[in-house]
């Protein structure tokens, strides 16, 4: 996904038109002829940010003619103590209309892409079913080698040369293994389970709901007026057994997960109650915490899991070679921020190598990749220690800690610029 | 006659004078000069490749400097072109780029489309970047280096539509008759960029106190402040041979983000750009 719009936004960028830009796929061309009626359990938060690259490579129109469904509001909050948060694009009551981001089905995505693709075609070529054997980057000084390229070698025997090799081969990526690249992991010891959840009746359905539970964030998703995705991470044996519930039971379970309150105390309660009494003389038009609607089935089969984990690569670049999107990095899924930080090392990336064509660099040259990789991992640092911290902070009921994060909840949902700019941060 | 000619160093020299500038080269580098044909000559050569082209490495400065020159250059020829740029934007235009070095500046200029003169008094230089843009196809069609100096260029030329002096003025022994043989050598209307070290106290301070003598950096005595060249007199030279001045530019390198950036404060580097009257 992050590697398609990575080549429309070169391959249809106006300096780098005299370049070719070739895309090794290891599966077949995922392209929807005609959008299925289900939707599919698999879905990005697709941040208002990350819409104006899509934009900017041709592929929105598209995923706005299948489908995508925008939210306006997202409410987090604690099964543990009474502190929530609402957040919204804009404050601005005229202003209600404003989307904070799209819930896109990823095979949506991937098809947009393809067709843009697809245009591209006099200097963006696409090799299917392809894999990449092995490859070799040149060191740093070049003069002495034969061959100052990065050269690769597909399974099939094929071989290229190229100015830059950008690995944008997911989590596991071989670029990243294949390059002596140190990379940071964690096991979260979660595993995040997906399905498509159907309510009673149907709703605006415009927030995108989370909640802390001491074992992982639950997260509904809007995709329809009747429909939302699920995106629940929580311990492995946990997910492993909620897979394999009967649907009414695994119904039940997310229906409790959303509204049972856990392990309360009344000292927390107390405190909260005093806090929601000042906060609500200092703001009297204070937004009262809200129920999500309740959840009445599940698409047949749309169950799923997976294990969740963080990685961070030492370096996202060396002479000749990138690595984008989970290549380079990780995160837990319960800010939906992941693909969006990989759209963020799309458009970064994008602008140096735009720029370097512009000075006449070599478009491989560490220097400008350097650029792209300090100003990407500012980026990431931030959101993966603000993902892992929240996943963390949450994953306990102990009480200092319940009402710390509770108390911590309703100050910053009282506090109007400090939101704006979580805000902010999040549409990036 | 002689007393005239035109002494441009050898580009190691030329490179010592940015290292010694910026603090940021620790090894002494006269010994580039001594060549002698043995063994040793195949190696040091390679090394004086990597040294040229890695960006990490003593010529960091230079290549860094590119994210600023090369846009004075291509800005400088397009000044008349209205709208869009492309991808080779200066297809067709002549560039002579005087003291070459490696090769540095000449590259993302021919990748540009510009066809580029890199000259140089110093073979090994020009070796080395013969040998370094070979591997390019985008560079080789478009580059043609020689070991020469400017002024046996002059008959030999039709005139180029630029002619570029990217740190070197600051080693001449005669700037007046440097500028005039620029002059010569750019066609009417052509541009003269030119990038050096101004005569100040400040650049004392940075470029011969700071790095020969506080730190050490560079050999004492690679400096010579008095071949300096001070920005207002370089600019009546510039007008005294036949062109108009467009700009002159401070330019401001900082050693702890190894960045270049654009300064009003032309008191230690700068960059001029000039264009050649027509008559």
New interface residues.
Partial sequence: MVGSTLACALGGDEALQDKKVLVLEAGPQVKLDKLPELYSNRVSTVSSGSQKLLESVGAWKHIENMRAKPFRRMQVWDACGDGYLTFEASNDPLQHAVNMGYIVENNVLVTALEMELEKLRSNVDVLYKTKLKKFKIPPPTTSDVDSPWAEIVLEDGQKFSTRLLVGADGFNSQVRRNSDINCISHDYKQSGVVATLCFSEPTDNIVAWQRFLPTGPIAILPLSDSQSSLVWSTTTSHAKNLVSLPEEKFVEAVNDALTEDIARNSLSEMASRLMHNVLSTVQPDYLGLQIPPTIESIEENSRASFPLALNHSSYYVKPRMALIGDAAHRIHPLAGQGVNLGFGDVECLRDELRQAAIDGQDLGSLEHLLRYETARQKQVTVMMGATHGLNTLFSTSFLPFVMVRNLGFQMTNALTPVKKQIVEYAMK | MAAKSIKILSNFRRFCAIRSVFFSYKRACSSYGQTTVDDEEVFKF?EL?????????PFQAL??M??LR??LI?DALLRDTEG?????PLKDKNILDIGCGGGILC??????GANVMGIDASAEAIS?AQ??AK??PEVWERVNYRCMTAEDLVNQSDGFDAVVASEVIEHINDPEFFVETCAQLAKPGGSLILTTINRTPQSYLLAILGAEYVLNIVERGTHDWNKFVPDDQLASLVIYNGFTIHMIQGLCYNPFTRQWSKLGDTSVNYALVAQKEFV
């Fill in positions: 390679s490749c990597s040294e040229f082209w890695d960006i990490n490495g290549h860094t590119n994210r090369v846009p291509r869009k740029i492309g991808t080779k590259e993302p200029l021919a990748r540009l080395v040998h370094h591997h390019d």
